[in-house]
Every structure is written in C-alpha cells, then in structure tokens.
C-alpha cells in the first residue's frame, strides 16, 4: 500500500481541502499537530497553550481559584467540537 499523503499540503488554492473533495485518495491522509501547554507561572489556574505560531490562554472561574480572564479549558474543548 501506498504511503499517505499529507493533508495539509495537497493542494495550492487558499482554502481549498482535500477532505472536501467527493473522492479522497486512495492510499489516505494523514496530518498531525504538536502542541504544548503551561502553567503560567505566579498563577493558580492560568494556563498557556502553544500551537504553530498561534498562542492561547485558559482560565477558570473565581469559585475554583482563578481569575476568569479566559475561556475555561471545557469552553475551548467545547469549541473544538463545533469547528
């Protein structure tokens, strides 16, 4: 079998996805994401996440130590869902 091919990288037109198309290839896609995440030091419940050259906070309400600055970690999950 054929090896992958990178979903990320298959096609030239701004905004145009494979995954659109009515017939994907045959030997499948692949992608992949490296992500990182902190605790912002001098914090109790700030967080730091690292993703490409995109960068993001979380935070949890006042009843549970944090400062509700940012969207809490389950808002972002709930998020990802719905994109």
């Given at each position: 079998?054929?090896t992958?091919i990178?979903?990320?990288s298959?096609s030239?037109?701004?905004?145009e996805?494979?995954i659109?198309?009515p017939?994907?290839?045959?030997q499948?896609l692949y992608?992949?994401?490296?992500?990182?995440?902190e605790?912002?030091?001098?914090?109790?419940?700030?967080?730091?996440?690292?993703?490409?050259?995109?960068?993001?906070f979380?935070?949890?309400g006042?009843?549970i130590?944090?400062?509700?600055?940012?969207?809490?970690?389950?808002a972002?999950?709930?998020?990802?869902?719905?994109?």
């Amino acid at each position: 079998m054929e090896t992958p091919i990178d979903g990320r990288s298959t096609s030239e037109v701004p905004g145009e996805r494979v995954i659109d198309k009515p017939e994907l290839p045959q030997q499948g896609l692949y992608t992949d994401a490296t992500v990182h995440t902190e605790v912002v030091e001098g914090s109790v419940q700030l967080k730091r996440g690292l993703a490409d050259d995109f960068e993001i906070f979380c935070d949890e309400g006042a009843r549970i130590g944090g400062e509700a600055r940012y969207p809490t970690p389950m808002a972002y999950m709930a998020m990802g869902v719905g994109f």
